[in-house]
Protein backbone atom coordinates (compact mmCIF):
# COMPACT_ATOMS: atom_id res chain seq x y z
CA UNK A 1 0.00 0.00 0.00
CA UNK A 2 1.34 3.17 -1.06
CA UNK A 3 2.43 6.05 1.28
CA UNK A 4 -0.40 8.61 2.44
CA UNK A 5 0.53 12.33 3.26
CA UNK A 6 -1.32 15.73 3.72
CA UNK A 7 -1.64 18.24 1.33
CA UNK A 8 0.54 20.97 2.66
CA UNK A 9 -2.04 23.66 0.70
CA UNK A 10 -5.15 22.25 1.91
CA UNK A 11 -4.90 19.43 4.53
CA UNK A 12 -7.00 16.44 2.46
CA UNK A 13 -5.16 13.03 2.02
CA UNK A 14 -2.59 12.37 -1.23
CA UNK A 15 -0.23 9.62 -2.28
CA UNK A 16 3.33 10.48 -0.96
CA UNK A 17 4.31 10.97 -5.00
CA UNK A 18 2.04 12.64 -6.01
CA UNK A 19 2.69 16.15 -8.34
CA UNK A 20 -0.60 18.06 -8.00
CA UNK A 21 -3.52 17.63 -4.97
CA UNK A 22 -6.60 15.93 -6.46
CA UNK A 23 -8.50 18.11 -4.17
CA UNK A 24 -7.22 21.70 -4.39
CA UNK A 25 -5.00 21.11 -7.88
CA UNK A 26 -1.90 22.76 -5.48
CA UNK A 27 1.31 21.55 -7.43
CA UNK A 28 3.87 20.25 -5.11
CA UNK A 29 6.40 21.32 -6.78
CA UNK A 30 7.81 23.60 -10.09
CA UNK A 31 7.05 21.92 -13.20
CA UNK A 32 10.08 20.67 -15.22
CA UNK A 33 10.93 18.71 -17.69
CA UNK A 34 14.53 16.65 -16.48
CA UNK A 35 17.29 16.05 -18.41
CA UNK A 36 16.84 18.18 -21.04
CA UNK A 37 19.88 19.98 -21.95
CA UNK A 38 20.21 23.85 -22.71
CA UNK A 39 17.05 24.92 -21.71
CA UNK A 40 17.53 28.66 -22.03
CA UNK A 41 16.77 30.29 -25.06
CA UNK A 42 19.05 33.19 -24.46
CA UNK A 43 21.99 30.03 -24.76
CA UNK A 44 20.07 28.55 -27.59
CA UNK A 45 19.89 31.31 -29.90
CA UNK A 46 23.70 32.41 -29.29
CA UNK A 47 25.01 29.12 -30.22
CA UNK A 48 22.68 29.09 -33.01
CA UNK A 49 24.25 32.17 -34.44
CA UNK A 50 28.00 30.64 -33.38
CA UNK A 51 27.14 27.47 -35.34
CA UNK A 52 25.83 29.44 -38.63
CA UNK A 53 22.17 27.50 -37.47
CA UNK A 54 23.83 24.18 -37.24
CA UNK A 55 23.25 24.11 -33.39
CA UNK A 56 19.16 23.11 -34.00
CA UNK A 57 20.60 19.95 -35.02
CA UNK A 58 22.73 18.98 -32.97
CA UNK A 59 20.14 20.00 -29.85
CA UNK A 60 17.70 17.29 -30.95
CA UNK A 61 20.37 14.96 -30.84
CA UNK A 62 21.71 16.01 -27.87
CA UNK A 63 18.38 15.54 -26.00
CA UNK A 64 16.90 12.13 -28.23
CA UNK A 65 17.59 10.33 -24.74
CA UNK A 66 15.87 12.98 -22.71
CA UNK A 67 12.79 13.08 -25.18
CA UNK A 68 12.35 9.53 -24.95
CA UNK A 69 12.30 9.29 -21.50
CA UNK A 70 9.61 11.83 -21.57
CA UNK A 71 7.52 9.78 -23.80
CA UNK A 72 4.18 8.15 -21.68
CA UNK A 73 4.09 5.57 -25.01
CA UNK A 74 6.43 2.78 -27.22
CA UNK A 75 4.19 4.54 -29.73
CA UNK A 76 5.44 8.21 -29.69
CA UNK A 77 9.00 7.02 -28.85
CA UNK A 78 9.12 5.16 -32.50
CA UNK A 79 7.57 7.93 -34.35
CA UNK A 80 10.03 10.50 -32.70
CA UNK A 81 13.24 7.67 -33.48
CA UNK A 82 12.05 7.13 -37.28
CA UNK A 83 11.81 11.14 -37.61
CA UNK A 84 15.21 11.47 -36.55
CA UNK A 85 16.73 8.65 -38.87
CA UNK A 86 14.99 9.81 -41.49
CA UNK A 87 16.88 13.49 -40.64
CA UNK A 88 20.06 11.15 -40.89
CA UNK A 89 19.37 9.83 -43.97
CA UNK A 90 18.79 13.51 -45.31
CA UNK A 91 22.04 15.17 -43.93
CA UNK A 92 23.86 12.70 -44.89
CA UNK A 93 22.48 12.69 -48.69
CA UNK A 94 22.62 16.44 -48.23
CA UNK A 95 26.46 16.10 -47.27
CA UNK A 96 27.15 13.63 -50.21
CA UNK A 97 25.60 16.08 -52.88
CA UNK A 98 28.06 19.20 -51.80
CA UNK A 99 30.70 16.66 -51.42
CA UNK A 100 30.70 15.21 -54.89
CA UNK A 101 29.12 18.38 -56.62
CA UNK A 102 25.80 16.53 -57.22
CA UNK A 103 22.96 18.56 -58.99
CA UNK A 104 21.89 21.98 -58.09
CA UNK A 105 18.70 20.97 -58.04
CA UNK A 106 18.61 18.25 -55.54
CA UNK A 107 20.57 20.33 -52.77
CA UNK A 108 18.15 22.62 -52.08
CA UNK A 109 15.22 20.18 -52.56
CA UNK A 110 16.95 17.80 -49.36
CA UNK A 111 17.01 21.36 -47.76
CA UNK A 112 13.35 21.77 -48.43
CA UNK A 113 12.78 17.73 -46.62
CA UNK A 114 14.93 18.59 -44.06
CA UNK A 115 12.56 22.09 -42.94
CA UNK A 116 9.71 19.70 -43.13
CA UNK A 117 11.31 16.73 -40.89
CA UNK A 118 12.07 19.62 -38.42
CA UNK A 119 8.78 20.67 -38.34
CA UNK A 120 7.56 17.05 -37.97
CA UNK A 121 9.96 17.09 -34.78
CA UNK A 122 9.03 19.90 -33.60
CA UNK A 123 5.35 18.76 -33.62
CA UNK A 124 6.09 15.31 -32.13
CA UNK A 125 8.32 16.67 -29.59
CA UNK A 126 5.38 18.98 -28.60
CA UNK A 127 3.15 16.09 -28.23
CA UNK A 128 5.43 14.24 -26.11
CA UNK A 129 5.86 17.28 -23.73
CA UNK A 130 2.15 17.58 -23.84
CA UNK A 131 0.93 14.40 -22.92
CA UNK A 132 4.13 14.26 -20.35
CA UNK A 133 2.63 17.08 -18.77
CA UNK A 134 -1.00 15.80 -18.51
CA UNK A 135 -0.11 12.61 -17.06
CA UNK A 136 2.03 14.17 -14.17
CA UNK A 137 0.62 17.42 -13.39
CA UNK A 138 -3.11 16.86 -14.91
CA UNK A 139 -2.29 20.02 -16.84
CA UNK A 140 -2.78 20.63 -20.81
CA UNK A 141 -0.79 23.17 -22.20
CA UNK A 142 -1.51 24.06 -25.63
CA UNK A 143 1.07 24.84 -28.57
CA UNK A 144 0.97 26.79 -31.61
CA UNK A 145 0.98 25.15 -34.93
CA UNK A 146 1.89 28.09 -36.73
CA UNK A 147 5.00 28.78 -34.94
CA UNK A 148 6.08 25.23 -36.22
CA UNK A 149 5.85 25.73 -39.52
CA UNK A 150 7.88 28.84 -39.38
CA UNK A 151 10.41 28.66 -36.40
CA UNK A 152 10.42 25.42 -35.81
CA UNK A 153 13.46 24.42 -33.43
CA UNK A 154 13.22 27.82 -32.22
CA UNK A 155 10.22 27.65 -31.19
CA UNK A 156 10.61 24.39 -29.88
CA UNK A 157 14.04 25.98 -27.51
CA UNK A 158 11.49 28.86 -26.37
CA UNK A 159 8.55 26.79 -25.45
CA UNK A 160 10.70 24.33 -23.10
CA UNK A 161 12.96 27.59 -21.46
CA UNK A 162 9.35 28.89 -20.74
CA UNK A 163 7.63 25.49 -19.61
CA UNK A 164 7.18 26.29 -16.32
CA UNK A 165 5.08 29.27 -16.54
CA UNK A 166 3.24 27.63 -19.21
CA UNK A 167 2.12 24.92 -16.78
CA UNK A 168 1.20 27.17 -14.63
CA UNK A 169 -0.16 30.11 -16.54
CA UNK A 170 -2.44 29.88 -19.61
CA UNK A 171 -1.06 31.67 -22.49
CA UNK A 172 -2.70 33.61 -25.29
CA UNK A 173 -2.06 32.95 -28.92
CA UNK A 174 -3.02 35.02 -31.64
CA UNK A 175 -5.80 34.52 -33.54
CA UNK A 176 -4.35 32.76 -36.64
CA UNK A 177 -7.67 33.52 -38.60
CA UNK A 178 -7.72 37.23 -39.24
CA UNK A 179 -6.86 38.01 -43.30
CA UNK A 180 -3.70 39.98 -41.91
CA UNK A 181 -2.82 36.85 -40.09
CA UNK A 182 -3.16 34.36 -43.00
CA UNK A 183 -1.41 36.80 -45.84
CA UNK A 184 1.65 36.96 -43.04
CA UNK A 185 1.66 33.31 -42.69
CA UNK A 186 1.79 32.75 -46.56
CA UNK A 187 4.35 35.05 -46.74
CA UNK A 188 6.64 33.51 -44.07
CA UNK A 189 5.95 29.96 -45.42
CA UNK A 190 7.21 31.41 -48.96
CA UNK A 191 9.55 33.11 -47.65
CA UNK A 192 11.18 30.27 -45.77
CA UNK A 193 11.62 27.99 -48.84
CA UNK A 194 12.93 30.70 -51.17
CA UNK A 195 16.00 30.56 -48.90
CA UNK A 196 16.44 26.58 -48.85
CA UNK A 197 16.54 27.08 -52.77
CA UNK A 198 19.03 30.13 -52.44
CA UNK A 199 22.58 28.33 -54.48
CA UNK A 200 24.40 31.16 -52.23
CA UNK A 201 23.36 29.46 -48.82
CA UNK A 202 24.41 25.82 -50.23
CA UNK A 203 27.88 27.17 -51.85
CA UNK A 204 28.28 28.79 -48.48
CA UNK A 205 28.21 25.51 -46.48
CA UNK A 206 30.07 23.92 -48.46
CA UNK A 207 32.80 26.37 -48.20
CA UNK A 208 32.38 26.01 -44.55
CA UNK A 209 32.80 22.21 -44.48
CA UNK A 210 35.33 22.47 -47.02
CA UNK A 211 33.56 20.43 -49.59
Excluded at 9 to 33: H, Q, R, T, W
Excluded at 73 to 88: E, G, M, Q, W, Y
Excluded at 172 to 195: A, D, G, R, T, Y
Amino acid sequence: MSEKVNCPFCGNIVEANAYKCPSCGSLFEDPALPDIKFKEFGTFVALLVLTFGLFGIFWVFINIKAINKLATSTKDCIKFNTLILVSLLDIFAYGFCLAYHQSTNLVPLLTVIQCLIFMAITHRVLRIIQKYTQKHYDVTIEYNPFYILFFNILYLSHFIDTYTNRVLQIHEHFNPKSPQMILLIIILFILQFVICWNTNVHEFYRWLFSF
